[in-house]
């Protein structure tokens, strides 16, 4: 059972244009989610974090909105740069509980920014 | 500072056979962890551990083991090698306190079993 989904495994968008990843998760324990880019033949690189207390958290060009009530995630990258172009992982845990450090990803959804 | 390192970065092996892929942190993070990256499956645990002398189990932990007697060090052993191992294999480390679950991935190693 799939506990974070994320449902496109594509995006495509325009240079300059915004960038929505979305992401899903079934686990009423998450309490905390974060978002992870990967270039090909590279490890996972962390990219921004949101606490299950805050619905938006912002770092430059990056922003991450949770609605809990929908248990849904989403990323929004403005403006989207070519470097952007990457895979994009959703990741959560259950912060207060015994799997403390233990992250579920989702499968992952690929972004090609184009010129 | 090197970050996490892990080798080899590829690997080819028959089935039945054994091998140990190597991962190290010079960060003095506490804890580690493997994952493993299929495609439409992303990222999987493996086994994980919060400090030396302690690991534990993660989501898909059959078929491997891991020790770890350091803080730098964290192997992972495939026992008797199986084509449904083949997969790109992540190690990851990260502090306990502060920020834990901002880990930070070594590169992979791509495991081909025939």
């Known amino acids: 059972d799939q506990q974070v989904k994320q449902n496109s495994p594509s995006l495509s968008v325009q240079e300059g244009r915004i960038s929505i990843l979305n992401c899903d998760y079934t686990n009423s324990m998450f309490d905390y989610f974060l978002w992870y880019k990967k270039y090909p033949a590279e490890g996972p690189t962390f990219l921004i974090s949101i606490s299950s207390i805050k619905d938006k958290n912002e770092d430059g060009r990056f922003t991450v909105f949770l609605n809990k009530s929908a248990k849904h995630l989403s990323l929004h990258i403005v403006p989207s740069q070519p470097g952007d172009s990457a895979v994009y992982f959703c990741?959560?845990?259950?912060?207060?509980?015994?799997?403390?450090?233990?992250?579920?990803f989702g499968q992952g959804t690929i972004l090609t920014v184009h010129p | 500072n090197a970050g996490v390192t892990q080798t080899p970065k590829f690997q080819v092996l028959k089935t039945g056979q054994s091998m140990t892929l190597q991962c190290a942190q010079d960060m003095n993070h506490e804890y580690m962890s493997w994952y493993r990256q299929d495609p439409g499956m992303g990222l999987r645990l493996i086994h994980y551990s919060v400090g030396a002398g302690i690991t534990d189990q993660g989501e898909v932990p059959n078929g491997y083991n891991v020790s770890r007697s350091t803080t730098e060090d964290f192997p992972l052993r495939l026992l008797s090698a199986a084509p449904s191992q083949t997969s790109v294999y992540f190690c990851a480390s990260s502090y306990v306190l502060g920020q834990p679950y901002e880990q930070y991935f070594g590169p992979g190693t791509r495991l081909t079993v025939t």
């Open positions: 990741a959560a845990s259950d912060a207060g509980g015994t799997s403390y450090g233990k992250l579920t």
